[in-house]
């Protein structure tokens, strides 16, 4: 069963310019919900977290929005960098239970 | 730096051949968890110790099994692994159950 979705498997986004980068899941029970990065030949790195209290949060050039109704999260970057081309992974958990999306992958063209 | 430290980044082994992957950590958490992540998949998890406790995901099959013997060790044995098993095998931790996961590199599963 996917609880977590990530329905674009590629994005490409101009240097300079805004990446968003979307997720939905199924169950309402999640309560934290995250973004991964992960650049090749290496683990996911954390990247940026929203509890579901929130329907904010921002670090940076990073910026997550949570829409609990429709069970829908996404990432926004801007300004989008080349240094940002990897796979993001968005994450939803409740207790130790962590359920991933399949990821998708950003390349962003100088 | 604290780290997720995960040994051998890649490995080979034969069908049917026991195989042991190893992951350390210097961030003292208390929860450590081992995904297996195939191709184009997302990462899913196998298995979770908090501190000694270890908890088995339902669906994780009986050839998956794990060690921890200390707060800074965590092992995957594969003791049979067939040629579906080849995937890239992340170990995380985390300070609690609730709490952010924390990577390591990966160990990538090759099955002759």
């Known amino acids: 069963d996917q609880q977590v979705k990530q329905n674009s498997p590629s994005l490409s986004v101009q240097e300079g310019r805004i990446s968003i980068l979307n997720c939905d899941y199924t169950n309402s029970m999640f309560d934290y919900f995250l973004w991964y990065k992960k650049y090749p030949a290496e683990g996911p790195t954390f990247l940026i977290s929203i509890s579901s209290i929130k329907d904010k949060n921002e670090d940076g050039r990073f910026t997550v929005f949570l829409n609990k109704s429709a069970k829908h999260l996404s990432l926004h970057i801007v300004p989008s960098q080349p240094g940002d081309s990897a796979v993001y992974f968005c994450?939803?958990?409740?207790?130790?239970?962590?359920?991933f999306g399949a990821g998708t992958r950003l390349t962003v063209k100088p | 730096d604290a780290m997720v430290i995960q040994n051998p980044r890649y490995q080979v082994t034969q069908f049917g051949k026991p195989v042991t992957l190893s992951c350390s950590q210097t961030?003292?958490?208390?929860?450590m968890y081992w995904y297996q992540q195939k191709s184009s998949q997302a990462p899913k998890l196998l298995f979770h110790?908090?501190?000694?406790?270890?908890?088995n995901e339902a669906d994780t099959p009986d050839n998956f099994q794990s060690r921890r013997p200390n707060t800074s060790f965590c092992f995957l044995d594969i003791r049979s692994p067939g040629l579906g098993d080849a995937a890239m095998y992340l170990c995380?931790?985390?300070?609690?159950?609730?709490?952010?996961?924390?990577f390591g590199p990966g160990t990538r599963l090759t099955v002759l």
């Open positions: 994450a939803a958990s409740r207790q130790h239970d962590m359920r």
């Open positions: 995380a931790t985390s300070r609690v159950l609730t709490d952010t996961q924390y």
């Open positions: 110790y908090y501190d000694k406790d270890f908890n």
């Open positions: 961030l003292n958490h208390n929860v």
